[in-house]
């Protein structure tokens, strides 16, 4: 076991926090962290919707939240519900009463924002709706969108903008004491800003003074270079401080690109495992192959057989470009090539096992899997 890991998992019971169910995904109290994306597509738009989820269920989303702007867009979920398999949130800003829609057509979570929700008497009616329908509810605090009262002026040179780690977490607390007074405890926290380490700061802070679940992400994280080093970042620092029960990374592309960027992290950091591990060298004038290719051909291979995410298999497959890390990492692995001349020798598990010619390389490592 490596240091990380032991490290990961103490981290994780210091902040073990309480359990919650989103349908039938266990969110929280050493359950695996979950995946969770939002859909791009109108809500009031059902077979666009439902083929989007149902790409997103494909690729390994376990959570989807929706857009709910209009009444139109509440009263979809049930059409979009009887199509897909996903646990459903609905995403709820400025009118409570769509929250209420959204819950009478089955969502399976409701997230708020304090910023724009914020009358007892508003949520005392959400509240009422989901505990009867037995659904929790994520405090989504946005450093956008704080409640007024808790909105600082913009310090646009640092990127922290309006509300510094105090403020969002005190947000989430106000709002918890509000749910609480109302005997309801099926709470998800979410606290966002675009700024990586205010999120970080302000996560870390929660996590201090609460054990409701987190939900990670850092908000706006742009477009998909560098939003994924941004959520990575954020994201991977905070779960191996052990923070952290279900991620969404927020990207401005295809969702199906935040699932993926949120399986790698968690498997980066040996808290799940959703197939085999790619080792490769990133090859220099040294290679007398070509090595992107045999990757890229490997990549795809293993990204699209569903047999193997099904199996949870472990391995890790080391790919290296010449004799001068190649056999040692190639030994290393589960399967592994060191490349020489136009030819490769694979070891399996420590040992030589054949030689072959550099276009019989994919062909043989994914056969010796
Ligand atoms: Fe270059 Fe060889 Fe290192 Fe790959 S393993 S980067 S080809 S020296």
Do not use: W
């Not at 037995?134 to 605090?141: F, L, M, Q, T």
Request: aromatic share 4%; net charge positive; charged share 30%.
């Amino acid at each position: 076991m490596s240091r990380l890991r032991r490290l990961t998992e103490s981290d994780r019971l210091g902040y073990m926090t309480r359990q919650i169910k989103v349908g039938d995904v266990k969110i929280g109290g050493g359950a695996p962290v979950s995946i969770q994306s939002m859909a791009k597509t109108d809500t009031k738009n059902v077979s666009a919707a439902v083929r989007e989820i149902k790409k997103l269920e494909k690729s390994g989303c376990e959570i989807i939240r929706v857009a709910v702007k209009d009444f139109e867009a509440a009263k979809a979920i049930r059409a979009i519900k009887r199509k897909v398999n996903l646990p459903l949130v609905a995403d709820i800003h400025f009118d409570y009463r769509l929250a209420l829609s959204a819950i009478e057509n089955g969502a399976d979570k409701i997230r708020l924002n304090p910023g724009n929700i914020y009358k007892e008497d508003e949520i005392r009616e959400v509240v009422t709706a989901a505990k009867k329908r037995k659904i929790p509810i994520r405090v989504g605090i946005n450093s956008g969108s704080l409640p007024v009262r808790l909105r600082e002026p913009p310090k646009a040179a640092h990127g922290v903008g309006q509300g510094g780690k105090d403020n969002m977490v005190n947000a989430a607390l106000d709002y918890i004491k509000v749910l609480e007074r109302m005997d309801f405890y099926d709470i998800i926290v979410s606290l966002k800003a675009s700024d990586v380490l205010s999120t970080i700061e302000a996560c870390r802070l929660f996590s201090k003074k609460s054990r409701y679940p987190l939900h990670l992400g850092v908000t706006a994280a742009g477009p998909v270079s560098t939003g994924i080093v941004k959520s990575s970042i954020g994201i991977g620092a905070l779960l191996l401080e052990g923070i952290g029960d279900t991620v969404r990374v927020s990207l401005t592309g295809d969702p199906i690109e935040e699932v993926i960027a949120a399986k790698n992290i968690l498997q980066a950091l040996n808290l799940r495992n959703f197939g085999p591990e790619i080792i490769s060298c990133p090859a220099c004038g040294r290679c007398q192959v070509d090595l992107r290719s045999i990757v890229n051909k490997v990549a795809l291979r293993i990204t699209n057989d569903e047999r193997r995410i099904t199996k949870n298999c472990h391995s890790k497959i080391a790919i290296m470009g010449c004799e001068v890390n190649g056999p040692g990492e190639a030994k290393e692995a589960d399967i592994g090539i060191a490349c020489g001349k136009g030819t490769g020798v694979i070891f399996k598990r420590g040992k030589l096992i054949k030689r072959v010619k550099e276009k019989e390389i994919v062909r043989e490592l994914l056969r010796e899997l």
